[in-house]
T-cell receptor, first 115, second 116 residues
Framework: GAGVSQTPSNKVTEKGKYVELRCDPI?????LYWYRQSLGQGPEFLIY????????DSGLPNDRFFAVRPEGSVSTLKIQRTERGDSAVYLC?????????????FGPGTRLTVL | AQSVAQPEDQVNVAEGNPLTVKCTYS??????LFWYVQYPNRGLQFLLK??????LVKGSYGFEAEFNKSQTSFHLKKPSALVSDSALYFC??????????????FGKGTKLSVIP
């Protein structure tokens, strides 16, 4: 079956611009996660959705970052007034429910470059 | 707070030899432990997990990992390495309860190079 998909695969933007990154989880997965992976580092947790609601957004670095999942499926990560330090690969993952023992399935990521 | 340490940035092993990639962790409650592999320009792929029960868990592509509670370790192993195993390997932990139970915390990764 289809895995997690993310669009775009690459995004280049200028400092100060607004960007949206899209994630389409595996069909039927109720839990959705966003992570950020900087060069040479492991992924870092940003936000977790159970259904339509953000159950844990403690990983969002500041209020320029926001994510939505209005219908409990596709999610969009939004970044306002982008800064060069936002450059990273943004990963989306989904799992069948919120149990901590369930493995998360990751998408290929969106590489964001802020010039 | 939960954390993961992968003490080796890179591991080199000859093809056909056994390999070990090390991981230690810290959590408040009981750990749920995972290994993922990342190939160039591709997403993370799940290899195996430890939840409870037998300390030796087997996963995809012939990999296995041993959970050691006293040493807080979860090392990844394979009896005979293949050149195609060359990739970046990440250990990750989730706490069984509490605020961290939704979050996967990853180590920095270990680059495995299998030499023909």
């Amino acid at each position: 079956g289809a895995g997690v998909s993310q669009t775009p695969s690459n995004k280049v933007t200028e400092k100060g611009k607004y960007v949206e990154l899209r994630c389409d989880p595996i069909s039927g997965h109720t839990a959705l996660y966003w992570y950020r992976q900087s060069l040479g580092q492991g992924p870092e947790f940003l936000i977790y959705f159970q259904g339509t609601g953000a159950a844990d957004d403690s990983g969002l670095p500041n209020d320029r970052f926001f994510a939505v999942r209005p219908e409990g499926s596709v999610s969009t990560l939004k970044i306002q007034r982008t800064e060069r330090g936002d450059s990273a690969v943004y990963l989306c993952a989904s799992s069948s429910d919120r149990g901590p023992y369930n493995e998360q399935f990751f998408g290929p990521g969106t590489r964001l470059t802020v010039l | 707070a939960q954390s993961v340490a992968q003490p080796e940035d890179q591991v080199n092993v000859a093809e056909g030899n056994p390999l070990t990639v090390k991981c230690t962790y810290s959590v408040s409650g009981n750990p749920y432990l995972f290994w993922y592999v990342q190939y160039p320009n591709r997403g993370l792929q799940f290899l195996l997990k430890y939840i409870t029960g037998d300390n030796l868990v087997k996963g995809s592509y012939g990999f296995e990992a041993e959970f050691n509670k006293s040493q807080t370790s979860f090392h990844l192993k394979k009896p005979s390495a293949l050149v195609s195993d060359s990739a970046l390997y990440f250990c990750a932990v989730r706490d069984s309860a509490g605020a961290g139970s939704y979050q996967l915390t990853f180590g920095k990764g270990t680059k495995l190079s299998v030499i023909p």
